[in-house]
């Protein structure tokens, strides 16, 4: 707790004087471009992996990036959506999935989540990536690694319908002001991968973005 602490002490100190301006002006309100729907994994850090600025996304974090569908039942997830969405006014939403995903071993191996019975029912919203996964390999026909890599990745293609189920978020796709995108991060590499919903698979951030990074490269 110590280096949080003095991590705290550093960036008022050496920090913030830098960027005075900057956290006065979002003091009075924010205007970020994207929710970011990713896991509470330790090891992800959106605004350090997108290199971006406070303010400038809206971060929702939970056990497997998950994204309940929608129901007359208010929880935090609908709720940070919803606010998301028609209240700031975002215009992109991510979801990112990660390599070596502890949600995503407890979705694929249930049974060993009977000490921690919230954490398995949370775990039931990915029930349809591992039954996916199932039906289209046979998990016998896999490594444990690539049966966690699918599962992962079609939990990131499951989330994003779930989304599609909230009105908020369907409106906006519906007029063309909210654009989904499904990612998965690997820690090691730092290499992140896209869904493409044309070819149905991941694929390269540099060839799903290729418009985009050659724009930003100008």
């Given at each position: 707790?110590?280096h949080?602490?003095s991590?705290?002490?550093?960036?008022?100190?050496?920090?913030?004087?830098?960027?005075?301006?900057a956290?006065?002006k979002?003091?009075?309100?924010q205007?970020?471009?994207?929710?970011?729907?990713?896991?509470?994994?330790?090891?992800?850090?959106?605004?350090?992996?997108?290199?971006?600025e406070?303010?400038?996304?809206?971060?929702?974090?939970?056990?497997?990036?998950?994204?309940?569908?929608?129901?007359?039942?208010?929880?935090?997830?609908?709720?940070?959506?919803e606010f998301?969405?028609?209240?700031?006014?975002?215009s992109?939403?991510?979801?990112?999935?990660?390599?070596?995903c502890?949600a995503?071993k407890?979705?694929i191996?249930?049974?060993?989540?009977?000490?921690?019975?919230?954490?398995?029912e949370w775990?039931?919203?990915?029930?349809?990536?591992?039954?996916?996964?199932?039906?289209?390999?046979?998990c016998?026909?896999?490594?444990?690694?690539?049966?966690?890599?699918?599962?992962t990745?079609?939990n990131?293609?499951?989330q994003?319908?779930?989304l599609?189920?909230?009105?908020?978020v369907?409106?906006?796709?519906?007029?063309?002001?909210?654009?989904?995108?499904?990612?998965?991060?690997?820690?090691e590499?730092a290499?992140?991968?896209?869904?493409?919903e044309?070819?149905?698979?991941?694929a390269?951030?540099?060839?799903t973005?290729?418009?985009?990074?050659?724009?930003h490269?100008?």
């Amino acid at each position: 707790m110590e280096h949080v602490i003095s991590g705290v002490a550093k960036f008022q100190k050496e920090v913030y004087p830098g960027k005075k301006a900057a956290f006065k002006k979002l003091a009075n309100g924010q205007n970020p471009e994207v929710l970011f729907i990713t896991c509470a994994d330790s090891r992800i850090d959106p605004n350090l992996v997108t290199q971006t600025e406070p303010g400038d996304l809206f971060i929702c974090r939970n056990a497997g990036n998950v994204v309940p569908p929608h129901s007359n039942q208010t929880g935090g997830m609908t709720a940070s959506i919803e606010f998301a969405v028609a209240a700031l006014g975002v215009s992109h939403i991510v979801v990112c999935g990660h390599s070596d995903c502890g949600a995503m071993k407890g979705a694929i191996n249930t049974e060993a989540l009977t000490s921690l019975p919230h954490v398995k029912e949370w775990l039931g919203h990915c029930r349809v990536a591992t039954e996916v996964v199932k039906e289209r390999c046979g998990c016998s026909e896999l490594s444990a690694e690539e049966h966690l890599l699918m599962v992962t990745e079609e939990n990131v293609v499951q989330q994003l319908q779930h989304l599609r189920t909230h009105p908020a978020v369907a409106a906006k796709i519906a007029t063309g002001q909210v654009k989904l995108h499904g990612w998965f991060y690997n820690i090691e590499t730092a290499a992140v991968t896209c869904y493409d919903e044309a070819l149905g698979k991941f694929a390269p951030m540099s060839q799903t973005y290729a418009k985009e990074l050659k724009a930003h490269n100008q």
